[in-house]
Nanobody, 115 residues
Framework: VQLVESGGDLVQPGGSLRLSCVGS????????MNWYRQAPGQERELVAS????????YYSASVKGRFTISRDNGKNTVTLQMNNLKFEDTAVYYC?????????WGQGTQVTVSS
């Protein structure tokens, strides 16, 4: 059972990035999926979530209106589209889910917003 993120990069303020997370070893469509981020010296924070089934979404106040979470159950993939990136979005971004009561994390992907 694993999650693998990709898509992190260096981008200028105002730019866009698309992060992807591919799950394997479990029935992807059964699980709510989350994106977290952790900036240097800061706590890991929840950025966005998407439920199984209807695909209802949640966004933190800091990214609402700029980020969009989506999922493709046929490809076992959850995606985070990030637009209008700001310096403060710089962080390692992690894909996450609850699997059998425990947190499962990907390895993380670095997003750096810099001019």
């Amino acid at each position: 059972v694993q999650l693998v993120e990709s898509g992190g990069d260096l981008v200028q303020p105002g730019g866009s990035l698309r992060l992807s997370c591919v799950g394997s070893g479990f029935t992807f469509s059964w699980y709510n999926m989350n994106w977290y981020r952790q900036a240097p010296g800061q706590e890991r924070e929840l950025v966005a979530s998407i439920t199984s089934g209807e695909g209802s979404t949640y966004y933190s106040a800091s990214v609402k209106g700029r980020f969009t979470i989506s999922r493709d159950n046929g490809k076992n993939t959850v995606t985070l589209q990030m637009n209008n990136l700001k310096f403060e979005d710089t962080a390692v971004y992690y894909c996450n889910m609850k699997y059998k009561g425990s947190n499962l994390w990907g390895q993380g992907t670095q997003v750096t917003v810099s001019s």
